[in-house]
C-alpha cells in the first residue's frame, strides 16, 4: 500500500484511498501540489495539459461553499512540471470535521507529489507591505488552538516515531521548508516580482480580525494574517511533502477608521496579482527538483 496512506487511521485510509484511487485511473499524478487560494485559481490558465474534475465528482469530496473558491482538481503541466493544482480549497470556519477539510490535500499527497505549494489571500500586518504583494511564508502561528490532525493518523506521532520527535512536526525541525522558500524567493528576484518573506498567522475566521487582534498579531511578530493554509500545511508535512508557503496580500490588516473590508475586495487584488503569481510559479517550479529539502 502507497506509504501514505498507511500512516493514516483505519476510517480515514479508505476515505483517502477511494478518492486517490478514483483519480489515479483517471491519470492524476504529479510532482509537485499547488492549492489555490481566494481569487488565485486563475492561474490554471497559464498551465498546459489541463484535465480537471469537479470536486462535486470526486468521492468523498466537497464543494467549498465560498464563491470564489471554485472546487476543482486540476492535473497539468507548469513549465513543464507535472503539477496538480487544488482550484479552490475548503476553511475551517466552514464547520466540516478535518476529515472533509483536509482530504484534498491528502489526496495529493497520496497521488504522489513531494513538493507543495500552498497559496492564500491574506491581510498585510507588517506596515510596509501593500496590497498586490507576495510573501514567501516562513513560519507561521496557527491561531486555530487545537490539533487539525487529531484522529487522522494511526499514531498521533506517527509510525516510527520515538519519544524525540514529540513537538516536531513529522520528525523534522520546519514546516515550511527553508530551501525552497529561499528558492522562492530568488526565483521573484530573477523575474522581477516583488516579493517578501515573513511569518503568516492563521486565524479561525470568518469575521476580519479587529483591532485589538491586528495589535496582538503585530506583537507577536507576525507579517500576514489569513484564515487558511495552517492546517493544509501541518498535514502536507506529517506526510513527507514539503510545503512551501505564498501568501497574496490583498489588503492592509483593517484598522479603526478603515472602510469595511469585503470578500470582494480581497478577491479583487487577487486578480490583479494574478500575472504576477504566474510568473513567480512558473520561474519556480522547475528550480524545485534543484533545492535541497529538508
Ligand atoms: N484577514 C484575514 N483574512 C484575510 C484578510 C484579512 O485581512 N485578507 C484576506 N484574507
Same mark, same amino acid.
Given at each position: 500500500m502507497n506509504a501514505r496512506l498507511e500512516q493514516l487511521s483505519d476510517a480515514w485510509r479508505d476515505q483517502v484511498g477511494e478518492a486517490a484511487a478514483w483519480l489515479r485511473v483517471r491519470g492524476f499524478a504529479g510532482r509537485v501540489g499547488l492549492v489555490l487560494g481566494s481569487g488565485l485559481g486563475?492561474?490554471?490558465?497559464?498551465?498546459?495539459d489541463v484535465h480537471a474534475v469537479d470536486y462535486a465528482d470526486i468521492p468523498g469530496f466537497r464543494t467549498p &461553499?465560498?464563491?470564489? =473558491?471554485?472546487?476543482r482538481l486540476v492535473c497539468a503541466r507548469a513549465a513543464g512540471v507535472p503539477v496538480i493544482v487544488m482550484q479552490g480549497r475548503l476553511h475551517p470556519y466552514e464547520g466540516l470535521p478535518s476529515t472533509l477539510l483536509l482530504l484534498p490535500a491528502a489526496v495529493m499527497a497520496c497521488l504522489g507529489v513531494e513538493v507543495a505549494v500552498v497559496t492564500n489571500a491574506a491581510g498585510g500586518l507588517n506596515r510596509h507591505y501593500v496590497p498586490g504583494d507576495l510573501m514567501a511564508i516562513r513560519d507561521q502561528v496557527d491561531l =486555530?488552538? =487545537?490539533?487539525?490532525?487529531?484522529?487522522?493518523?494511526? &499514531?498521533p506521532l506517527g509510525?516510527?516515531?520515538?519519544?524525540?520527535?514529540?513537538?516536531r512536526v513529522g520528525g523534522v525541525?520546519?514546516?515550511?521548508d527553508p530551501d525552497l522558500a529561499r528558492c522562492l524567493v530568488e526565483a521573484a528576484a530573477d523575474c522581477g516580482v516583488p516579493m517578501h518573506a515573513g511569518t503568516y498567522a492563521s486565524m479561525y475566521g470568518p469575521a476580519y480580525e479587529t483591532k485589538a487582534e491586528i495589535g496582538m498579531l503585530r506583537r507577536l511578530g507576525c507579517d500576514a494574517v489569513g484564515m487558511s493554509t495552517a492546517p493544509e500545511a501541518v498535514l502536507l508535512r506529517r506526510l513527507d511533502v514539503a510545503p512551501v508557503g505564498l501568501s497574496c496580500?490583498?489588503?492592509?490588516a483593517r484598522e479603526t477608521g478603515q472602510p469595511e473590508l469585503s470578500h470582494q475586495d480581497v478577491v479583487e487584488v487577487g486578480n490583479q496579482v494574478r500575472d504576477r503569481l504566474a510568473r513567480l510559479l512558473l520561474a519556480f517550479l522547475p528550480r524545485v527538483g534543484g533545492a535541497q529539502r529538508q
Amino acid at each position: 500500500m502507497n506509504a501514505r496512506l498507511e500512516q493514516l487511521s483505519d476510517a480515514w485510509r479508505d476515505q483517502v484511498g477511494e478518492a486517490a484511487a478514483w483519480l489515479r485511473v483517471r491519470g492524476f499524478a504529479g510532482r509537485v501540489g499547488l492549492v489555490l487560494g481566494s481569487g488565485l485559481g486563475d492561474f490554471v490558465d497559464a498551465l498546459e495539459d489541463v484535465h480537471a474534475v469537479d470536486y462535486a465528482d470526486i468521492p468523498g469530496f466537497r464543494t467549498p &461553499s465560498v464563491a470564489e =473558491h471554485r472546487g476543482r482538481l486540476v492535473c497539468a503541466r507548469a513549465a513543464g512540471v507535472p503539477v496538480i493544482v487544488m482550484q479552490g480549497r475548503l476553511h475551517p470556519y466552514e464547520g466540516l470535521p478535518s476529515t472533509l477539510l483536509l482530504l484534498p490535500a491528502a489526496v495529493m499527497a497520496c497521488l504522489g507529489v513531494e513538493v507543495a505549494v500552498v497559496t492564500n489571500a491574506a491581510g498585510g500586518l507588517n506596515r510596509h507591505y501593500v496590497p498586490g504583494d507576495l510573501m514567501a511564508i516562513r513560519d507561521q502561528v496557527d491561531l =486555530h488552538f =487545537h490539533d487539525a490532525l487529531r484522529g487522522l493518523f494511526r &499514531s498521533p506521532l506517527g509510525g516510527g516515531a520515538v519519544a524525540a520527535d514529540v513537538g516536531r512536526v513529522g520528525g523534522v525541525p520546519h514546516l515550511y521548508d527553508p530551501d525552497l522558500a529561499r528558492c522562492l524567493v530568488e526565483a521573484a528576484a530573477d523575474c522581477g516580482v516583488p516579493m517578501h518573506a515573513g511569518t503568516y498567522a492563521s486565524m479561525y475566521g470568518p469575521a476580519y480580525e479587529t483591532k485589538a487582534e491586528i495589535g496582538m498579531l503585530r506583537r507577536l511578530g507576525c507579517d500576514a494574517v489569513g484564515m487558511s493554509t495552517a492546517p493544509e500545511a501541518v498535514l502536507l508535512r506529517r506526510l513527507d511533502v514539503a510545503p512551501v508557503g505564498l501568501s497574496c496580500i490583498t489588503n492592509p490588516a483593517r484598522e479603526t477608521g478603515q472602510p469595511e473590508l469585503s470578500h470582494q475586495d480581497v478577491v479583487e487584488v487577487g486578480n490583479q496579482v494574478r500575472d504576477r503569481l504566474a510568473r513567480l510559479l512558473l520561474a519556480f517550479l522547475p528550480r524545485v527538483g534543484g533545492a535541497q529539502r529538508q
